[in-house]
T-cell receptor, first 114, second 110 residues
């Protein structure tokens, strides 16, 4: 079945460091791919998405490119801030059946220190 | 426009008790979902609905029930609470494949 694998956390960085969080997926067909962010004590918020191969999603300085050949959707940011500390979830949409259900990875906690 | 709201925020239940987690959205979305999030894990789909009067099981439906009498509301019912149901529960709604999440209900069963 469809699945998402994320790198283990926590990822600990200093402010202004470069961030990469790896995400790979297994899926039949052509799912859409997402990154969600969860700040402490809050629900998940959509950070960015890509709906087809080679699409690049971007938002708030974060980027991720839908790579079909490597089945990956790695999240990157050139210069992280303390306010980026959160848990990041990679997800894909499972379009079998009557609605797009999301399949989530286990999440990667990012901690940014000043 | 409040988005997706959930009540209560926190609840402690004794084993065998029952309760209903409330979820309401004001975006007129047809699709709604219930997830649970266990520590260190991703979200698992419990139930979902594609419109009023229509519900279906997700990945982990055992021990839960849902109903969808209106577009806005999608309550989740626990009939006989068990310690394994200790988790954080999130409700979400979507128009297409972009889901909007509520703030969650943290439930502890002891």
């Amino acid at each position: 079945g469809n699945s998402v694998t994320q790198m283990e956390g926590p990822v600990t960085l200093s402010e202004e460091a470069f961030l990469t969080i790896n995400c790979t997926y297994t899926a039949t067909g052509y799912p859409s791919l997402f990154w969600y962010v969860q700040y402490p004590g809050e629900g998940l918020q959509l950070l960015l998405k890509a709906t087809k191969a080679d699409d690049k999603g971007s938002n708030k300085g974060f980027e991720a490119t839908y790579r079909k050949e490597t089945t990956s959707f790695h999240l990157e940011k050139g210069s992280v801030q303390v306010s980026d500390s959160a848990v990041y979830f990679c997800a894909l949409s499972d379009s079998t059946g009557d609605t797009d259900k999301l399949i989530f990875g286990t999440g990667t906690r990012l901690q940014v220190f000043p | 426009n409040a988005g997706v709201t959930q009540t209560p925020k926190f609840r402690i239940l004794k084993i065998g008790q029952s309760m209903t987690l409330q979820c309401t959205q004001d975006m007129n979305h047809n699709y709604m979902y219930w997830y649970r999030q266990d520590p260190g894990m991703g979200l698992k789909l419990i139930y979902y609905s594609v419109g009023a009067g229509i519900t279906d099981k997700g990945e982990v439906p055992n021990g839960y029930n849902v109903s969808r009498s209106t577009t806005e509301d999608f309550p989740l019912r626990l009939e006989l609470a068990a310690p394994s149901q200790t988790s954080v529960y999130f409700c979400a709604s979507s128009l297409y494949n972009e889901q909007y999440f509520g703030p969650g209900t943290r439930l502890t069963v002891t």
